[in-house]
């Protein structure tokens, strides 16, 4: 072995003995965590054209400073809106859109989000009716259960519509839920009547937008006739159906007063502050 050879053997050897550089030494890894979330229709609310029909579980990916600013912008005014920007950046699958979301899946996701993104500890300030003051109360964000709608109907995917029995004329009313249209429409007739003095019947109004066909007539002169003489009761039944018609996704728990230590049985209030981070 020549001198050479002996001194390119000790350099190879001190190359080989070098520590490996840490390419990381923040101990966080670049690739940002997702999870699935089990959503409280399980897709069954959803048209069959739509990306939601039959999807029970929708891949959110966890918070990061990226979303930080979006969520910075959240006010009374904004919150809507910007939930939904929110949900539409951390959503995989960019075939779901969060305005196509049902209200109830929506809440599921956002939850998740805020728990994954902050903590699952929510701190709010609540009245405690045993030492009547306000005081902080702490809502853990994965105590969560779904309440299934005690409402009777069928809901058509094809036709994405919903069949309802009203009790008291004992119709079959096929009605369809109001979209931010008809909402702005309702709006809009309600403006113009009460700027010119004309009475505006805002339930007729409505029911005239939703009601597809009863008893399986859908000519519109003849549901228009039926709406004047629609009891009272059936009519509130169209009127707040889709308030709770479908499963939603519940934080009730027993939370105690951060004052005098009572126990009290709340749901946890989601308002447009509840991404707000206690610090």
């Known amino acids: 072995m020549t001198r050479n050879s002996r001194k390119f053997q000790k350099k190879d050897s001190k190359i080989q003995q070098k520590p490996e ?46 979303e930080e600013d979006i969520i910075s912008s959240i006010t009374a005014e904004t919150g809507e809106r910007v939930f939904e920007k929110l949900l539409d950046n951390l959503i995989i699958d960019k075939n779901i859109k969060a305005a196509d979301l049902c209200e109830e899946d929506k809440t599921a996701l956002l939850l998740s989000a805020r728990a994954t ?11 405690c009716d045993k030492c009547n003051s306000t005081t902080k109360f702490t809502y853990d964000l994965t105590k969560t259960q779904i309440i299934e709608s005690d409402k009777k109907f069928d809901y058509d995917s094809e036709l994405d519509t919903y ?3 009203l009790p008291i004329s004992n119709i079959s009313a096929m009605i369809k839920q109001p979209s931010d249209e008809d909402l702005d429409s309702i709006n809009r007739e309600r403006t113009q009547k009460e700027k010119h003095g004309i009475q ?4 007729v109004t409505f029911l005239k937008k939703v009601i597809v066909s009863a008893n399986n007539v859908s000519d519109p002169k003849l549901i228009n006739d039926l709406m004047e003489v629609l009891p009272a009761a059936d009519a509130k039944i169209i009127k707040t ?5 479908k499963p939603r996704i519940s934080t009730i728990q027993d939370v105690f007063c951060s004052n005098c230590g ?16 206690n610090t």
């Open 200 to 203: 505006f019947n805002e339930t």
């Open 163 to 165: 069949t309802v029995l």
């Open 262 to 277: 009572s126990p009290s049985r709340k749901e946890a209030p989601l308002s447009w502050a509840f991404f707000w981070y």
């Open 21 to 66: 550089q840490n390419d990381n030494p923040f101990g966080l890894s670049f690739v940002v965590s997702t999870e699935f979330v089990s959503i409280p229709t399980k897709g069954k609310f959803y048209p069959k054209t739509s990306s939601l029909h039959g999807v029970e579980q929708v891949e959110i990916k966890h918070m990061t400073a990226k």
């Open 241 to 245: 159906f889709f308030a709770n018609c």
């Open 117 to 127: 993104g902050y903590g699952s500890d929510y701190i709010v300030n609540d009245y």
